[in-house]
């Protein structure tokens, strides 16, 4: 069974920045689609960016375009998301997810805080 884990998160001061991991475990798995969601305490989870397989298609929230990097690493299918500029607003657990299909997310990791402080 695959299992992706997260890491990274921190708390950190409005403008700094930090860069989130994350790699599948267990069985080899080779996603096509890969990706970061968040969930803020009392909102529901919204994705923040996404890339393909190919590292050359990327999607990103309007929120974090700009600010925010989404790259992978296919020799170990690792993700990673650069965030730079980072604002209270910002403050959430950041969810890995992967999948299979484009756009589709069907495996998820247990998420990391981040805290941005203003």
């Known amino acids: 069974q695959v299992q992706l884990v997260e890491s990274g998160g921190g708390l950190v001061q409005a403008g700094g920045s930090l860069r989130l991991s994350c790699a599948p475990s267990g069985r080899t798995y080779n996603p096509y689609s890969m990706g970061w969601f968040r969930q803020a305490p009392g909102k529901s989870r919204e994705f923040v960016a996404g890339?393909?397989?190919?590292?050359?298609?990327?999607d990103y929230a309007d929120s974090v375009k700009g600010r925010f990097t989404i790259s992978r690493n296919n020799a170990n299918n690792t993700v990673y998301l650069q965030m730079n500029s980072l604002k209270p607003e910002d403050t959430a657990v950041y969810y890995c997810?992967?999948?299979?299909?484009?756009?589709?997310?069907?495996?998820w990791g247990r998420g990391t805080q981040v805290t941005v402080s203003s």
């Open positions: 890339i393909r397989r190919s590292g050359v298609r990327t």
């Open positions: 997810a992967a999948g299979t299909l484009d756009l589709v997310y069907d495996i």
